[in-house]
């Protein structure tokens, strides 16, 4: 595909190339650079001269060399056949890739995001005569068995218009002309196939209010620290303390419909992991395979720095695009601090002035523009949707005052802040509940609340109580050893203990703890502090602290994440029974 | 007049034979050159001073109006009107052939042993490509290194990158030569190589190594690209691409386990911060360029597994943190990409405990795909977990004591004191020629968790402590 000369390279300097003899090239547009054709972008215009980032390795491209323009910008390609798939930071499907190009990644390789060869079965809403208008549905397409895919019109179709023909049911290729409508004397053309530039949001009617919590099934997370549904989160975090590990288990267990799952900048063999792991797991809610819901986009940090910051809006483009259809999508970009520091090494290239640590000093607008694209909306379509950000943020030398990690703060809710200490002693996932926060807990509570017979709460609020408590009581055993504390205080420190070990912490490789129903963390709380009060009841009667200790049921306590598993939730009533047996019989022999 | 006018109608191909004289303006390792044909980013060029010596370059900014080029021999001895420059109208490549086994070479893959240079069989751009993600093979196969703490506890694994982050006077160099002699993957009889790329690396602890691997007879498969303390510093930014290169040539051409030892990552960066403010780029954190973490993750990202291919790239990088900073770009840097490390300790150091390893700090994550039952043995996940977790109270446990005195201390605390000082003498530690098999190293372990009462021992199941607790 060879546009029109838009002009000649005039320096290239890494991945910033300047071109002059400009004719005609608008901001954003993409462009192929050389004989080559290797893909760009342009990101400043000056007199006859402008800046274009490139998406490939410049080796080999001289000054002279043309430039050519594409006269639209960078865009997805939004159409049947994205799930299950597994894109570059442009879009580029890596499977089709490593077809034409090998093991290694080659230079100039353009090939369509989805494939323009298969059949979809196509089945149209609309009939001859039906108003439409952009964003509205008009057929659709059994994409994967737990995905619908509906054909929408693309929303830059302005006004109200009228179906004149629409194709029968039945086995099309994406590129084929399924539909046409016609205002007046004009008329359109359209397939199942539609293009949106990454870098500005999808249109809706109408932003809603978050009401209900995404559940992951991470215990920490769901019970102390809840995401809505449509919200955006911060996980940030030093090398090792599990970053990856938390977005993998979010990606795998959450409820939202689809999964964007990004890699930004991080390591090969972490995506192969996914790629390899992904199909085999089974949802817990609906039976089928994890794959069925997932888009992956994979720009690993060997990949060139200028797709590394595209991917990032290329994921958000296609999350955008099924919030549309309805779903609840939840994307996860690992980690934004690495399409943080593309930014910054484009801008150094492009000799900008810099602001704090050498970032641009447009990085925080530029955050607050993607977390804005976050949000439970009122699609153009008339259904609800949203998209929930979960952003890793890697922190400069495990510094949260870094600029990132700081901006990032002013434009998320919540914040799950992993701690190294916690990480060292192999705590996973190591989500501090000293540092981290959730702006959510309002919004979800009532939801929550019916869940657990109103207590939700009020649990949790006890729990923050005890673990603020334990953490002074820990300053002083520091000072002066557990033993000059007396007994109820004591007790603080070993429930607190039980709940971090028997709550708090979760396997991610064993079968039943990894996914944690809400059901079963609901009992799971109720235990912990029932247990407490027992115990406190029991030591007024002059219990030792030993001996409460001793008992079996306690023991069971804290084996419980493995042993009930989700569907056997009474178990834990059980439990609670037999705690209460032994604690009453233990009472007795003190009571006089 | 403008240049691209000049060369607007000449064949491409046959600007590459021209070769130009009389440089602009020399700084450091930078030549700028104007008035030349377009000149394409990344080529390789030929440079010859006015004695008529040879260097290599390469062009690292082009415009219309001159040309920035990096010599890696350093420009000593060139002046401005009589150097030469010939641009070659090709990327920096490296002729690979696996006869450089055995060879000592400098960092741009030419003869060092006084021999004549390796001739190659096939010439590849130094700088790779990326491995398509969806080709790569996940690491999986456990590699057995003989060194109870890293076996045990940060477990490597073909195709992992796991560095070592040391400080300067600790016994890096000794643990890595210790892991070339001793690492092998049971089972499996495997075709071993050895890359060692040296960069700013003085001349006696190449000696060192040379040495050790002449000792243990493993000299003829191994290659080494050694760019000394006293070579010129832009060496080094290359040296480990061309290493590298043939790594991957190795590896997944001819099927070779192929462990790549680079030594000091520290003087590569060193070396680039330097290029950088050579240019006046503008600098990120301590001077260090904005790219830095690309640039790493260019080198790092060159190891793993490829889908269908026998060999593989095991990545053992050392790093001295300056200042035993862990949290100093190069170190952190380097962290956000491997897969794990290895953390010396000063303290244990100090102590004259070998190796100096700090399992807490230290990481193997791709540990919990390698090991467990049919790779190393089924007590091995939670009985690492279980040595984690158990020493790290021993760290509390130390802080409670000097606060209030040993003799203050509870019971079970007394033998956490008792458990810390036999996991640091006896597990830990070990002889430079000791090697530990892993069960070896996963019954020592049982030795020392078998001092804690089994009641502490929460993260191993009742069936495990049935079977190995020996208290």
Known sequence: MQGRIIGQVKRVNGPVITIKGITDCSMMELVHVGEGQIVGEVVKLDGECATVQVYEDATGIAPGDNVYGSGRSLSCELAPGLVGNIYDGIQRPLEKLRELSGDFIAKGI??????????????????????????????????????LHKIMVPSNIVGEWSVKSIKEEGDYKVTEEVLVIEKGESEKTLTMVQYHPIRVPRPVKERLGLDRPLVTGLRVIDSLFPLANGGTVAIPGGFGTGKTMTQHSIAQWCDADIIVYIGCGERGNEMTDVLREFPHLVDPRTGKSLMERTILIANTSNMPVSAREASIYTGITIAEYYRDMGYSVAIMADSTSRWAEALRELSGRMEEMPAEEGFPAYLATRIAQFYERAGHMLTLDNTEGSVSIIGAVSPAGGDFSEPVTQHTRRFVRCFWGLDRALASARHYPAISWLDSYSEYIDEVSSWWDNKSEGKWSKNRTRIMELLRKEKRLQQIVKLVGPDALPDSQNFILEVCNIFKSAFLQQNAFDEIDRYCSVEKQVAMMNIILAYYDMGNDALKKGVPLAKIRRLSSVHDIVKMRFTVSNDSVDDIEHLTAKLFRQMTQLGGLYEE | ???????????????????????????????????????????????????GSRKTGQVLDTSDDAVCVQVFEGTDGLNLPDTRMHFLGEPLSLSVTESMLGRVMNGLGRSRDGATDPRGEESRDVNGSAINPTSREYPRDFIQTGISVIDGMTTLIQGQKLPIFSGNGMSHNQLAAQIARQAKVRGG?????????????????????????????????????????????????????????????????????????????????ESLREIGTLRGEIPSRKGYPGYLYSNLAELYERSGKIAGRFGSITQLPILTMP?????????????????GQIVFDRDLSGRGIYPPINPLPSLSRLMKDGIGEGMTRDDHPHLSNQLFASFSHVKDVRNLASVIGEEELTEVDHLYMKFGEFFEQKFITQRYDEDRSIEETLDLAWEALSILPSEELQRLTEEEILDHYKG
């Open chain 2, 189 to 269: 009889k495997s075709d071993f190589a050895i890359v060692f790329a040296a960069m700013g690396v003085k001349y006696d602890i190449a000696k060192y190594f040379i040495d050790s691997f002449e000792s243990s007879g493993v000299l003829d498969n191994v290659a080494l690209f050694l760019s000394l303390a006293d070579d010129p510093s832009i060496e080094r930014t290359i040296t480990p691409r061309t290493a590298l290169t043939l790594a991957e040539h190795l590896a997944f051409d001819k099927g070779k386990q192929v462990l790549v030892i680079m030594t000091d990552m520290t003087n590569y960066c």
């Open chain 1, 110 to 147: 353009s090939t369509s995001a989805v494939s323009h060869e298969k059949l979809f079965h196509f089945v149209p809403t609309l009939k001859t005569g039906d108003k439409v208008s952009g964003g509205m549905t008009f057929a659709t397409v059994q994409e994967t068995s737990r995905v």
């Open chain 2, 1 to 51: 007049m403008k240049s691209d006018k000049l060369f607007a109608d000449v064949d491409k191909s046959l600007l590459a034979g021209r070769e130009y004289v009389g440089a602009d303006r020399i700084d450091g390792p930078l030549v700028y050159m104007r008035n030349t044909h377009p000149v394409g980013y990344g080529e390789l060029v030929e440079i010859t001073a006015p004695d």
């Open chain 2, 323 to 339: 200042n035993d900073d862990i949290s100093h770009p190069i170190p952190d840097l380097t962290g956000y990409i491997t897969e």
